[in-house]
């Protein structure tokens, strides 16, 4: 599994975040029935819940109240990180995505077969916002004070994410 790290600094309009986003390219190999159940269950043992199930949005949106996990079970999307001039990247059926709050995205292609199941940690709450006037600084305070997830939500205890966001916020402190 190759995983990829995007560092997306706030644009004036949206927040975006200190901490990378992180993609996991093929995650899983999801050749059998019922792609969606799996990837919710295997969140779901790595303490990512409150999932649901469908696409991304057309627009440019971000979450302030938790960081967001889409598991990629149907078709392949482009998707955009960070607001209008922003990373554009290629998901694909099998891949993770882990989207730190704060960080806009946005599906360029919604009228695809594109279908992913989305998770926040421990089953946080998630709020939508969309860079406009009067969103800030209240979104930028609840954005300070999300955790950090306790589990990475492909691998549990161990992967890439736990290990690069602690960096990253170590990093901020030091």
Request: glycine fraction near 10%; hydrophobic fraction near 35%; charged fraction near 20%.
């Amino acid at each position: 599994m190759l995983v990829e790290y995007y560092f997306l600094s706030d644009d004036g309009q949206f927040p975006n975040s200190e901490l990378p986003v992180v993609v996991y390219k093929t995650a899983w190999k999801l050749s059998f029935l019922f792609p969606a159940a799996f990837i919710a269950r295997k969140f779901k043992k790595n303490n990512w819940t409150n999932t649901w199930q469908n696409g991304v949005y057309g627009y440019h949106h971000y979450h302030s109240t938790a960081h967001e996990v889409l598991g990629v079970y149907k078709g392949e999307t482009k998707l955009q990180l960070g607001g209008e001039n922003g990373k554009v990247i290629t998901l694909k059926k099998g891949d993770v995505i882990v989207i730190p709050a704060g960080v806009a995205h946005k599906n360029l292609t919604p009228e695809n077969d594109f279908k992913c199941v989305g998770a926040y940690p421990s089953g946080s709450n998630y709020d939508l916002n969309y860079g406009k006037a009067g969103e800030r600084p209240i979104t930028d305070k609840n954005i300070e004070e999300v955790p950090l997830p306790s589990k990475d939500p492909v691998l549990g205890t161990s992967g890439p994410l736990l290990m690069k966001w602690k960096v990253s916020v170590n990093s901020l402190v030091a």
